[in-house]
């Protein structure tokens, strides 16, 4: 985790006021997008929107791409941007919980070759009460803030 810079200072969860689409009165997972990773660089992170109807909770995270993923927070501690592995992700009823870059994310821990722009990944979150859900992650370049409008639905 490089490139970390001012810009980061915004942590934790951003709930998204734009959170209108329709209610299917599922547990939904989009705008799944990660990062390029770097030349040798074995972790990458990845970030999601997670909507529910009903209040939820993401307790684990895996991709055939890594070792292993982790839930992670990000905190300023004085000027230095510290990242912890957290346990779950509260997902409160009918607000979106978007992750990413600066605040909450899931790390991919142990990758077996770089992430590299244009391609993507499968993705499985586990929650507590809606089960599992796989979803195709898409690879945006070193430094990308968000999906690219393409990949949006
Ligand atoms: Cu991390």
Same mark, same amino acid.
């Given at each position: ?5 001012? #810009?980061?200072?915004?942590? *934790?969860?951003?709930? =998204?006021?734009? %959170? +209108? =689409?329709?209610?299917? *009165?599922? !547990? ?5 997008? $990660? ?5 040798? /660089?074995?972790?990458? $992170? ?5 909507? =529910?109807?009903? %209040?939820?909770? !993401?307790? %684990? +995270? /895996? ?10 927070? #990000?905190? #300023? ?5 510290? #990242? ?27 990758? $077996? ?36 409008? %393409?990949?949006?639905?």
């Amino acid at each position: 985790m490089r490139a970390l810079g001012i #810009m980061l200072l915004v942590t *934790g969860f951003v709930l =998204s006021a734009s %959170a +209108v =689409s329709a209610q299917t *009165g599922q !547990l939904e997972v989009d705008n799944a997008w $990660a990062r390029a990773t770097p030349g040798k /660089s074995a972790t990458g $992170a990845a970030y999601v929107t997670i909507r =529910s109807p009903t %209040a939820d909770k !993401l307790v %684990a +995270v /895996s991709s055939p791409v890594a070792k292993k993923a982790e839930l992670h927070t #990000m905190s #300023m501690s004085g000027m230095v941007m510290k #990242m912890r592995p957290i346990a779950g992700i509260d997902i409160p009823a009918g607000q979106a919980v978007t992750l990413q870059p600066g605040g909450t994310h899931i790390m991919l821990v142990g990758l $077996a070759k770089p992430l590299q722009t244009g391609q993507a990944f499968p993705l499985t979150l586990t929650f507590e009460k809606a089960g599992s859900r796989t979803v195709n992650v898409a690879v945006e370049k070193i430094g990308a803030m968000g999906p690219t409008p %393409a990949a949006q639905h």
